[in-house]
Every structure is written in structure tokens, then in C-alpha cells.
Nanobody, 119 residues
């Protein structure tokens, strides 16, 4: 069983920074990609950034230049990070960690962590 647990969400002022973490544990399969999504009430969940198995990264336009995704793996677990700088009010959302299993494309989701940016 795969578990994804996010942490690091908080209330921060506009212009501030946060680092989100996602720990993937359990019987980990090989992942094709891991990434971050976010969602606000009444809106669809949107992709923020992801990192592929080969280390390649993708960023949504709103994240480019402000957010950095990184991944660290050990035998026991994999940790995914999202460093967010120069946060804006519109970055307020619940941020979700996602992982997609290699070959099957099975998605795994964390429970989400709330990021609130005040003006």
C-alpha cells in the first residue's frame, strides 16, 4: 500500500516563502512521475509542477521562476518537495501530492495541505 503524506502548508504573507513536503512510503512501486497539484473551492484541480522518472521537470506558467520541485529517495521512502517563493494571494489553495505508477499509470494522492497567502 502506498501512502503520500503532505506537510508544510501554512498561513503566510504575500511575498513570503513556504516549503511543502510529501513523504511517499509503504510498498512503493516505481513511479513514472511525482508532482504537485492545487485546488481552490469551485475550481478544478490544476497541475503545479512535476518531476519525471528521468529527472525532467515541468512547471505551470504561474509557477515558473517562483516554485522549485525536488525529489529525494532512499530505500525506505521518497520525499517530494515544493519550494514556493514570492507567494501571491492567488496561490492560496489546498496543495496535493501526486504520484503515477510506472507502466500502469495508477495515480496516488495525498490528503492535501492548506496554503493561505494573505495580502
Amino acid at each position: 500500500q502506498v501512502q503520500l503524506v503532505e506537510s508544510g502548508g501554512d498561513l503566510v504573507q504575500s511575498g513570503g516563502s513556504l516549503r511543502l513536503s510529501c513523504i511517499a512510503s509503504g510498498s512503493l512501486p516505481s513511479f513514472e512521475s511525482m508532482g504537485w497539484f492545487r485546488q481552490t473551492p469551485g475550481k478544478q484541480r490544476e497541475s503545479v509542477a512535476w518531476v519525471g522518472r528521468d529527472g525532467g521537470t515541468f512547471y505551470a506558467d504561474f509557477a515558473k521562476g517562483r516554485f522549485t520541485i525536488a525529489k529525494a529517495s532512499t530505500e525506505a521512502r521518497t520525499t517530494l518537495y515544493l519550494q514556493m517563493n514570492n507567494l501571491k494571494v492567488e496561490d492560496t489553495a489546498v496543495y496535493y501530492c501526486n504520484a503515477r505508477q510506472l507502466f500502469t499509470d495508477t495515480p496516488y494522492w495525498g490528503q492535501g495541505t492548506q496554503v493561505t497567502v494573505s495580502s
